[in-house]
């Protein structure tokens, strides 16, 4: 089971990941952003409620699973807050800050996987992506028998906007996927 502490205690020790989010990959950050990206740190973990839930599945002779996890909503209030407040870095660093955190659930989920079945992750299928429609996040959903604070809608979004429903697909070998690849 992904703890919840670690997920926050590596998203706190992963500014580095949030400067570049936030677009700073060849320059620093001014001080300020980097005061305010402390702060935001300091303060982000009573916004999360963490909730995920996996299927490991066998198709066609090929390896799956169907992931679906949130932080809930309560990050997307205060984002809307300092949006409302004119305090639009803010929003944009407490943005970063959940999208470091969803990718942090979303690596406990892949470790407890090949923990627990010895697979690894060789592709991630996201919905609207060629390869799978959107309305595939209906189909994970419903495949979830304990998530209790995720809703998709009749255009197949989920809510709370910080979710996010994956089909990885699975191999005894070695892992071809790092979270590093994702950051262009």
Do not use: C, H, W
Request: aromatic share 10%.
């Amino acid at each position: 089971m992904i703890k919840r502490s670690e997920v926050i205690e590596n998203v706190k020790e992963n500014s580095s990941t949030v400067i570049k989010f936030l677009g700073f990959i060849k320059k620093s950050p001014p001080p300020i952003v980097v005061r305010k990206i402390k702060e935001e740190l300091e303060k982000f973990e009573e916004y999360i409620e963490m909730e995920y839930e996996y299927k490991v599945f066998e198709e066609d002779g090929d390896m799956y699973a169907d992931i679906l996890y949130t932080i809930g909503n309560k990050l997307e209030k205060v984002i809307q807050k300092y949006v409302d407040n004119g305090e639009g870095m803010r929003a944009m660093i407490m943005d970063k800050i959940g999208v470091v955190t969803l990718d942090e659930i979303k690596e406990g989920i892949e470790n407890e996987i090949y923990s627990k079945y010895g697979y690894s992750v060789t592709s991630e299928g996201y919905p609207g992506s060629p390869r799978y429609p959107l309305s595939i996040q209906k189909e994970i959903l419903d495949k979830m028998e304990n998530i209790k604070n995720i809703e998709v809608n009749e255009y197949f979004q989920l809510n709370p906007v910080k979710s996010v429903a994956l089909r990885l697909s699975l191999s005894k070998k070695k892992s071809s996927i790092t979270p590093a690849e994702n950051v262009k």
